[in-house]
Each structure stands twice: as structure tokens, then as C-alpha cells.
């Protein structure tokens, strides 16, 4: 148990982080969704710049079977570094967002 809470703070942790980088004049409106119950995490922009509608998923990280699921990372940095800089072994971090018969190319977790 002690190994799930420490990925949920990390989890949160990155993907708030992320969310501070942008400016807080930005129109687009920047939205954390934790469900720590079922271990879903996103980071989701929404709203209207330019008479343009934005909605999106920027980071969508699931925690599994011991291990941290990167099913989409919109960003430059990678989520993955961010969480092996904190200390998360690759072989629990799985990038989800690879078709799984690449995934064993990649260094990480491959499911």
C-alpha cells in the first residue's frame, strides 16, 4: 500500500506542476481531474481563445496493477523523466500511449 500512495503523490505531483507552467492570463482554463478512487489522472484544457473552442487532454496518467500507465502525455518535458527523476523504477512505468508490441523497445514497462 505504502508503494500506491507514494505513485499517487507522484502522479499528482507531476501533473500539477505541468499546470503551473502556463500563464495565469491564459484564457484557457487548465483543469486537474484525480480520481484516486478508481486511479485515474488527467490534466485537461478547456475554454475559448480567438472565438476558438479548446478542449482537450493534455496528460492522462493511470495507476495499475503496481504500476503507472502514461496513456497520453501532450507535453515537451515526458512525463516518464519527470517520474524517474523522482525516483519511479522504468520497469513501473508503463507508456501506454506505444501499441504494446513496441513497447519493449522502449526502455520501460512494457504492460
Known amino acids: 500500500m505504502e508503494k500506491l500512495e507514494k505513485y499517487r503523490h507522484y502522479v499528482k505531483q507531476v501533473?500539477?506542476?505541468?499546470s503551473q507552467l502556463g500563464s495565469s492570463k491564459?484564457?484557457?482554463e487548465q483543469q486537474l481531474i484525480?480520481?484516486?478512487v478508481n486511479?485515474?489522472?488527467q490534466l485537461m484544457y478547456v475554454g475559448?481563445?480567438?472565438?476558438?473552442?479548446?478542449?482537450?487532454?493534455?496528460l492522462h496518467l493511470d495507476i495499475k496493477n503496481g504500476k503507472?500507465?502514461?496513456?497520453?502525455?501532450?507535453t515537451e518535458v515526458g512525463m516518464a523523466n519527470q517520474l524517474v527523476k523522482l525516483?519511479?523504477?522504468?520497469e513501473d512505468i508503463v507508456l501506454a500511449f506505444h501499441e504494446p508490441l513496441l513497447r519493449?523497445?522502449?526502455g520501460f514497462a512494457v504492460g
Open 39 to 41: 486511479d485515474h489522472y
Open 48 to 58: 475559448w481563445k480567438n472565438r476558438r473552442r479548446y478542449h482537450g487532454c493534455v
Open 34 to 36: 484525480f480520481d484516486t
Open 26 to 28: 491564459d484564457p484557457i
Open 68 to 74: 503507472i500507465w502514461i496513456q497520453h502525455d501532450g
Open 15 to 18: 501533473i500539477t506542476e505541468y
Open 87 to 90: 525516483g519511479v523504477p522504468k
Open 104 to 106: 519493449e523497445y522502449t
